[in-house]
Each structure stands twice: as structure tokens, then as C-alpha cells.
């Protein structure tokens, strides 16, 4: 009706909206997002096969963590969504950094794409080791 404000109503229809997460985000500063593939489809395209394999049964965010974890872009500088990546006020420079790698540049003395494919590697082994590790523990803990 003209004139009346149903709070509960209004507010439920914000959720199925996704506006409240929207103004979450944006409240605590992340106003910059970009979605997992972008990235994802960027780094799949000069990757070599064998190391694009170990990612084929995780999800574009873990991929991309692991891409931001291999450059060293601290986690503090963004925060991970259901389908998009949010950077916080002036950091979204560090993922144009990563983007724009120079692919012909070494690291390490090594090419470029064989350091990333090994800090790649690393990434994924530690994690499942720690969730490996995880399990067991929180296993002996019940028993």
C-alpha cells in the first residue's frame, strides 16, 4: 500500500537479491571485483598443459588463489566471493601487476612458466596435505 513500509519484506527481498552481501562487500571497503574465469582464462592461456592438469578438478578460485599466492600478493589485499574475486581500495594494481607478467622474463633463473607451474604445485600439495592433516587430527581428537 501507498504510504507503508513492511521492513521484514522489503529485507527479505534485498537477500534473494543479493543486495545485502553487495552492501557488505562494499561497506568494508572492497569495492573492486572481478570474476574467478577472467583471471582464470588469462593464466590458462600460456600454462602448460601438465600444470593446468592439476587444477582441472578445482574450482577457477582455487586456481586463482593460487596464481595471487605464487606473485605473493598479500591476502589482505582481497577477499574471496562465491563466483568473483574483490580487491580493496587501491589494490586492485596488484592483480594488473600479475596480469601484465612479462611471460618471456625469468625468476628464479627460470622461465617464467616453469617457476609459476612449480609455485602452482606447491600451492596445491600444501593444501591438501593440510586438509589431509586436518582430517586425521580432527579424526583422533573424536576418537
Not at 587444477?55 to 606473485?71: C, G, T
Request: net charge positive; hydrophobic share 45%.
Amino acid at each position: 500500500a501507498a504510504g507503508q513500509f513492511d521492513r521484514e519484506y522489503v529485507t527479505s527481498q534485498l537477500k534473494c537479491q543479493g543486495i545485502m552481501q553487495t552492501c557488505e562487500v562494499l561497506k568494508v571497503g572492497l569495492p573492486t571485483r572481478v570474476p574467478y574465469i577472467e583471471v582464470a582464462n588469462v593464466f590458462r592461456a600460456k600454462l602448460p598443459a601438465p600444470i593446468l592438469k592439476l587444477f582441472e578438478s578445482e574450482p577457477d578460485r582455487a586456481f586463482v588463489v593460487a596464481i595471487l599466492w605464487s606473485f605473493e600478493v598479500p591476502a589482505e589485499a582481497y577477499k574471496c566471493g562465491h563466483t568473483k574475486i574483490f580487491f580493496r581500495t587501491g589494490k586492485m594494481a596488484l592483480l594488473e601487476k600479475v596480469l601484465s607478467v612479462d611471460w618471456s622474463a625469468t625468476r628464479d633463473g627460470e622461465p617464467l612458466d616453469q617457476w609459476l607451474g612449480k609455485r602452482l604445485s606447491r600451492f596445491l600439495i600444501r593444501g591438501r596435505w593440510r586438509r589431509g592433516f586436518a582430517r586425521v587430527r580432527t579424526a583422533a581428537i573424536l576418537e
